[in-house]
């Protein structure tokens, strides 16, 4: 079964300045979807940034980007001149290739809660 | 993207009682899923939404407990049965569009609190 480990329960990073936030995953499938999803204290779940397993290129929007190391089984996320809106629990989640049914779910880490100080 | 609306958005409940949770989309979607996101913790999938058949569960998750029913493509409803303190939970829908990129997009939960 697949798991997503993320190591780092809080985070904190001052305005404008960039931070990295930590996630591990294990699986015996070679092909697969890594996400970033962002839950502000609203709780609404907002999709952050997304990186297919066969793209080398590593998936970048606009001041957020993935460090995607595949032999490593390793997927960060840099956050580059952090804004107070950024403060949030970062999830990081994992999704099998196959279409249809439960294998369409999405596997989550425990979270990481990035402060931003002004 | 999505446009996903939740009823409730909160509900303080009695033990013992049921309480059903929709979920609207703005367009027609392949996929639709109920998550519950405990206090403090990750999300977990109770179960898929199967348009006009029986919901996929998640092993540790029931029918008799979770109900769910999707009528058409845009619209699921979960219900939780029989409550008790430990349901209190966020419960969130998310849907996934056809000719996507495999992503999820989530509505805004709804806050349970069992009494």
């Known amino acids: 079964a697949q798991t997503v480990t993320q190591s780092q329960p809080e985070m904190s990073v001052q305005e404008a300045e960039t931070v990295t936030l930590s996630c591990t995953y294990d699986t015996s499938e070679s092909d697969y979807y890594l996400f970033w999803y962002k839950q502000p204290p609203s709780r609404q779940m907002i999709l952050v940034i997304r990186?297919?397993?066969?793209?080398?290129q590593n998936a970048t929007e606009n001041r957020f980007s993935v460090n995607f190391q595949k032999a490593a089984k390793s997927f960060s996320l840099k956050i580059s001149d952090s804004q107070l809106g950024d403060a949030a629990m970062y999830f990081c989640a994992y999704r099998s290739p196959y279409y249809g049914g439960a294998t369409n779910k999405l596997i989550f880490g425990t979270g990481t809660l990035l402060a931003v100080q002004p | 993207s999505a446009v996903i609306s939740q009823k409730p958005s909160r509900d303080i409940c009695q033990r013992g009682t049921s309480l059903t949770i929709q979920c609207q989309v703005d367009s027609q979607v392949t996929m639709m899923f109920w998550y519950r996101q405990q206090p403090g913790q990750s999300l977990t999938l109770i179960a898929t939404?199967?348009?006009?058949?029986?919901?996929?569960?998640e092993s540790g998750f029931v029918i008799d407990k979770f109900p769910i029913s999707r009528p058409n493509l845009t619209f699921s409803t979960l219900t939780v049965s029989n409550m008790s303190p430990e349901d209190s939970s966020i419960y969130l829908c998310?849907?996934?569009?056809?000719?996507?990129?495999?992503?999820?997009?989530f509505g805004p939960g709804t806050r349970l609190t069992v009494l």
């Open positions: 998310s849907v996934e569009y056809p000719g996507g990129y495999n992503e999820q997009f």
């Open positions: 990186q297919e397993a066969y793209k080398q």
């Open positions: 939404a199967n348009q006009g058949s029986e919901a996929t569960y």
